[in-house]
């Protein structure tokens, strides 16, 4: 790339500065046409992607839309920001006569609307938060050109963008210049019209494979194999992680952690660092009426007399002095299994509707299931390899510390229970079990059964046909410019240990790198869908308020965010100017004045290359002619150009 500042250099040169300034220069706008450079090939790979102007996937209004109603189906704006756009409408309508009305009334609402669009991010080129922003929306050459002929007078009411003011009274093809998409598709109205576009918009992607396009948001890491991630119900929308060592964290709403563990039982826990040992701390769960009682339930391995492995379900309360701490002393032992061999202890434990305990128990090891004639898991006398159901609010019979549900389903049933779904070992070798999507933010994904496999690391989805009774298999892919939004990642960690539910019946997983059950490599990660969300506020809650006695740990994330991925991408396949052409334009200009050239020392080199375009600066979205916008790359640019000819007094006007 060969810069657009040599002959102002010299010009500049002649006046006043020399090597250094024309160095100065020379190098800033380099790197602005490079930055602007990148951000073209940014906004290429996320051409068509549908994004609002706050950064977030359209979604299906709740409400009616009277004046946009175009997008009565599906865009970026509620019924709020449809009557705040209809205001400013008439706001700028109050500025003509019955004629004015007719000429441009139309091309106003369009304009206007455009924030509506489920492209407005694409038509302002506000796909990344750190570009500029368009005054106005990308208009088609025709459209533009009709509209500056018809009523180009409404330009200086629409937007207080000064080369825009200047070029309305001038040639249209200026004016439309500036309000060009690179890609004709995209632009208005065209981006209406485009049916491969538009015929999929709002419903989950897929690839030419059938593999549901996801994303992932990053919301912990540096966790020892994290198994666990439940709530409490109540209401404060804390959530408790359980390490396989048998430490229980506590993240509070706003993604921190408190510094002190909830409960600590490591001195108890059997496991060993060994890769893939499956002892340790495996389950937890919290009683429904946990508001009043304080309890909670949790599942470990460990020692029994004589150094016999058992697993062990105990249950809990919480400290009365402290919310965020569990009581030590509270543990009481409900049921101990004795395992036979060191792998397949299970560990799942949940409070289905019915108020009993449910718990998910190993076959207890070995390869095959070899105990006895059946195996533990066919063997109905066994507790291994099963599903159990208690009633923990009152004392069994015989001295047992838990009930057993007298409508057992298994008393008359001679048949084995058959899989909904299953799948060889190209696939994968180890299910982990997961949630079916019940949350708000992803209307999309509501149904959908969401699992992995622990081996492959592959994420997969179940449907259930409704007719058929059947259940069909997606797999679920990441990576793609879909997922450029702020905040979300397309890589996770491999070894999927679990899933999750949050108190708002969002859905995550757990996941390691390298699975000890010492190494602080686990992660967890949240799902969503990058096609379409809620409606803005309706998935809003508040969390009950609880006090913390303990320092907070800010999260930190560790994945770079495919907006920032696909932003290094493009900087880097932009060229640059060589050292050597940049050198020659300082020689070049140090020459002609005649005295030899001062070398810069590496210190001012640094300070000189500070440039308009380098400092990255944080901005806010505000629509119309009121709005303080953040200059573009053309008016820096021509700034830059201002500076140097003030500095070039004898340059004709």
């Not at 890769?275 to 909670?296: C, Q, S, T, V, W």
């Not at 996770?492 to 240990?497: E, H, Q, R």
Request: charged share 25%; proline share 7%; net charge positive.
């Amino acid at each position: 790339m060969r810069c657009e500042m040599k002959t102002l250099c010299r010009l500049v040169h002649r006046a006043h500065a020399g090597a250094a300034f024309c160095h100065q220069v020379h190098l800033s706008v380099c790197r602005l046409q490079e930055r602007s450079m990148a951000e073209s090939r940014l906004r290429r790979d996320l051409k068509g992607h549908p994004q609002c102007l706050d950064y977030g996937p359209p979604f299906r209004p709740p409400l009616h839309l009277e004046f946009c109603s175009d997008y009565d189906s599906f865009g970026c704006c509620d019924q709020r920001k449809d009557h705040r756009i209809a205001a400013r409408y008439w706001d700028i309508m109050n500025f003509f006569d019955l004629k004015g009305h007719e000429l441009c009334g139309g091309y106003i609402k369009d304009i206007l609307c455009q924030e509506c669009s489920p492209y407005a991010a694409h038509l302002y080129d506000a796909e990344n938060p750190q570009t500029p922003l368009r005054n106005l929306p990308g208009l088609c050459s025709d459209y533009c050109s009709a509209f500056h002929h018809s009523c180009h007078s409404a330009i200086s009411l629409l937007t207080s963008d000064r080369s825009l003011h200047e070029s309305q009274e001038k040639d249209g093809a200026r004016f439309c210049h500036l309000l060009n998409l690179p890609d004709e598709d995209y632009c208005f109205p065209n981006v209406l019209r485009n049916s491969q576009l538009n015929r999929n918009l709002g419903v989950v992607a897929e690839d030419h494979k059938g593999c549901l396009q996801l994303c992932l948001a990053e919301v912990a890491n540096g966790l020892r194999n994290p198994v666990a991630m439940v709530h409490a119900g109540d209401g404060t929308h804390r959530f408790f992680v359980a390490e396989q060592v048998g430490v229980v964290w506590i993240f509070l709403p706003d993604g921190s952690r408190l510094e002190q563990p909830f409960l600590d039982l490591k001195s108890m826990v059997l496991t060993t660092p060994w890769i893939g040992d499956e002892r340790g701390f495996l389950g937890l769960a919290f009683h429904p009426r946990f508001r009043r009682n304080r309890k909670f339930y949790i599942y470990y391995s460990c020692l029994g007399k004589r150094k016999v492995e058992k697993i062990r379900i105990s249950e809990m309360k919480v400290s009365l002095s402290d919310p965020n701490k569990a009581d030590p002393k509270s543990e009481r032992v409900i049921l101990e299994i004795d395992e036979p061999a060191s792998n397949h202890n299970g560990g799942q434990l949940l409070f289905g509707l019915d108020g009993y305990l449910y718990i998910f128990t190993g076959d207890g090891g070995q390869a095959g299931d070899p105990f006895g004639k059946f195996g533990n898991a066919q063997n109905k006398s066994s507790l291994l390899g099963k599903v159990l159901r208690i009633g923990v609010n009152g004392a069994g019979v015989d001295g047992q510390r838990y009930q057993v549900p007298p409508d057992n389903p298994f008393v008359s049933e001679p048949d084995d229970i058959l899989p909904i779904y299953a799948y060889g070992h190209d696939v994968g070798k180890s299910v982990t079990g997961g949630y079916v999507y019940r949350g708000c933010e992803s209307p999309n994904l509501n149904g959908l059964y969401i699992f992995g496999d622990f081996m492959s690391g592959r994420l997969m989805a179940l449907q259930e046909d409704r007719k058929t009774k059947r259940w069909r298999k997606q797999d679920i892919c990441l990576g793609n410019a879909s997922c450029a939004f702020p905040g979300l990642i397309s890589t996770y960690n491999k070894f999927i240990i679990s899933f999750a539910e949050d108190e708002a019946g969002e859905l995550y997983f757990l996941a390691t790198s390298y699975p000890s059950a010492y190494a602080p490599h686990g992660s967890i990660y949240k799902f969503v869908d990058p096609s379409r969300r809620a409606p803005p506020g309706k998935c809003r809650f508040k969390p009950v308020p609880v006090k913390t006695k303990t320092k907070k740990i800010r999260f930190r994330p560790l994945v770079t965010t495919v907006l920032d991925l696909l932003k290094e991408e493009s900087q880097k396949a932009a060229p640059r100017p060589s050292n050597a052409t940049l050198a020659s334009g300082s020689d070049q200009a140090a020459s002609q004045k005649g005295s030899p050239t001062k070398p810069i020392s590496p210190t001012s080199r640094k300070k000189t290359s500070r440039g308009p375009g380098t400092k990255k600066r944080g901005r806010a979205w505000s629509p119309g002619p009121q709005g303080k916008r953040k200059q573009n790359l053309h008016t820096r640019s021509a700034g830059l150009r201002q500076v140097a000819q003030q500095k070039s007094p004898g340059r004709s006007q």
